[in-house]
Nanobody, 119 residues
Framework: QVQLVESGGGLVQAGGSLRLSCAAS????????MGWFRQAPGKEREFVAH????????FYRDSVKGRFTISRDNAKNTVYLQMNSLKPEDTAVYYC????????????WGQGTQVTVSS
């Protein structure tokens, strides 16, 4: 099992940047693939980015490619989402999630952090 806590959200103007962090507890974190998801008001939760347990095998939804970067520091039990060139359509609650078997099945979720991008 793992517990996840997101931080780093806030209000930013379009074109700005934010870095989200997800701090994990759990003895097996370093062997978990991790993902970022987001949910905008009135919308379904959508996939944003994925990273394998060793830091490779990264994937992004098309709309954030070239703007967002997922990374991790296993020594700190933390996964990051660097978000650049933010757009109003990026406004959402962002969640991190753990994929224990690198199967794209995310069994553990954080509580989310709000990102608001003003136009």
């Amino acid at each position: 099992q793992v517990q996840l806590v997101e931080s780093g959200g806030g209000l930013v103007q379009a074109g700005g940047s934010l870095r989200l962090s997800c701090a994990a507890s759990g003895r097996t974190f370093s062997r978990y693939a991790m993902g970022w998801f987001r949910q905008a008001p009135g919308k379904e939760r959508e996939f944003v980015a994925h990273i394998g347990w060793s830091g490779g095998n990264t994937f992004y939804r098309d709309s954030v490619k070239g703007r967002f970067t997922i990374s991790r520091d296993n020594a700190k039990n933390t996964v990051y989402l660097q978000m650049n060139s933010l757009k109003p359509e990026d406004t959402a609650v962002y969640y991190c999630a753990a994929d224990p078997s690198e199967s794209r099945v995310y069994d553990y979720w954080g509580q989310g952090t709000q990102v608001t991008v003003s136009s």
